[in-house]
């Protein structure tokens, strides 16, 4: 480009020359005859040596070209040596310069083309610093919400590691409450085994005793042992001396409502006699029964229906005190809790042995032998009153006046 525009401005200063030329063609001799160049050969030769300038610099030198070349023509047509050679070298100089800022514009354009590139790649670094700042801003908040989780899950571990602190507290609270109930266990069935043994002596106590109801005509001031001879006399026919420890009616007295009465035998022969005639009162209004203690007692009423129920259908049955024997086969309801059965007879030969044994105890106690026979009481003729015979001041009563009795007025013996 450059080049084309010096062509084009060589071609103006040719011109230009030739008709400077033609202007001064009678100086140019002159001048050559005095040693003198004329003004146009050294414009030409100037022109040359400054053709490869910038377009900038080539209009401005060739507006002032032609200035001076008019100013110049219109004073003279000739200059003289030592201001041509001035000339030049100021040419030349004004050449280097221009070299020196060409050679500047060239790194100028060098400059500017790796300015381009730095701008390039300087908007290639934005983008890409753009994105890793969205990226380390997602990262950050990956970060906040890991931080986040992380306090959450020291939260649920403090949270844990306290549950676990409380754990192993109730842990050892329910240890020691397990001993507790242990303790309490233990307890509650040393108090169920004295329970037991309680009843199994008020049982023992109560194994002399029976309960005869219907016996009417009750007074404050009559003679319940008297009446009670004249019942087994009349109605059981017993002949035979009895001797009881105590005889008395209990319960609440209520007028115009007969209390039974209950006997305590001193000898275990009388009572089974009393005991075996006992058939004689069915159908009659009166009854004879064992004497048991209430929780006894209560046992033995859920038991009288499954009793009946298995006698009827012809199976061998027998009841010993709160123990049902089918069989042989010691009876266990399925909603009662078999542990007062634990240390019980479990055949009916074993509570036979049991019975008979303490039977045997009781009679040596007594210092009579179970098959020592009772003397006839001495009877009035007249009366058919047997005489009371006083019993020993050495054996006490086992009923108080006024006892409350728990057995049922039922009459096992009488409807056996």
Known sequence: MPKNRAKKRKKGNSSTGSA??????????????????????????????????????????EARTANN??????????????????????????????DGVLIKLNKLDLIESRMTSMETAISEFRSRVINVETKTRSLQESVEVV???????????????????DLKEQKCAITEIRKGIN??????????????????????????????????????SEDTETKLRD???EQLEIDGHIEFGNVHRFGRFVRGRDRPIVARFLYHNDMLNV????????GTRYGISEQFPQE???????????????????????????????????????NEQPAHVRQQPQSYRDAVMSDST???????????????????????????????????????????????????????????
């Open 20 to 61: 400077h030329s033609d202007d001064c063609s009678d100086n140019s001799d002159l001048s050559s005859d005095h040693g003198v160049q004329p003004l146009s050969a050294v414009l030409k030769k100037a022109n040359d040596v400054i053709y490869e300038a910038s377009d900038e610099f080539a209009d401005r030198s």
């Open 69 to 98: 070349f008019d100013q110049e023509a219109e004073t003279s047509c000739t200059v003289p040596n030592n201001v041509v050679t001035d000339i030049f070298h100021q040419i030349k100089g004004t050449n280097r310069k221009i």
């Open 147 to 165: 931080n986040k989780k992380c306090a959450d899950v020291q939260i649920q571990k403090d949270q844990i590691r306290k549950l676990e602190n």
């Open 183 to 220: 303790m309490v266990k233990n307890e509650s069935d040393s108090v169920r085994d004295l329970e037991e043994k309680v009843t199994d002596l008020r049982c023992r106590s109560m194994k002399q005793n029976l309960i005869f109801t219907g016996l009417s005509n009750e007074s404050r």
């Open 231 to 233: 019942f087994l006399y």
């Open 275 to 282: 005991k075996h005639n006992a058939y004689k009162l069915k």
């Open 296 to 334: 006894v007692e209560n046992r033995r009423k859920q038991l009288y229906p499954v009793m009946k129920r298995h006698k009827n259908a012809g199976d061998k049955v027998t009841l010993v005190r709160d123990r049902l024997y089918i069989n042989n086969e010691l009876y266990i309801a399925q």
């Open 358 to 416: 303490e039977r045997r105890l009781s009679d040596s106690v007594h210092h009579r032998s179970p098959t020592q026979v009772t003397q006839p009481p001495t009877v009035n003729q007249r009366t058919r009153t047997p005489e009371v015979i006083r019993r020993p001041s050495s054996v006490s009563d086992n009923f108080a006046p006024g006892q409350q009795n728990t057995s049922s007025p039922l009459n096992p013996l009488a409807s056996a």
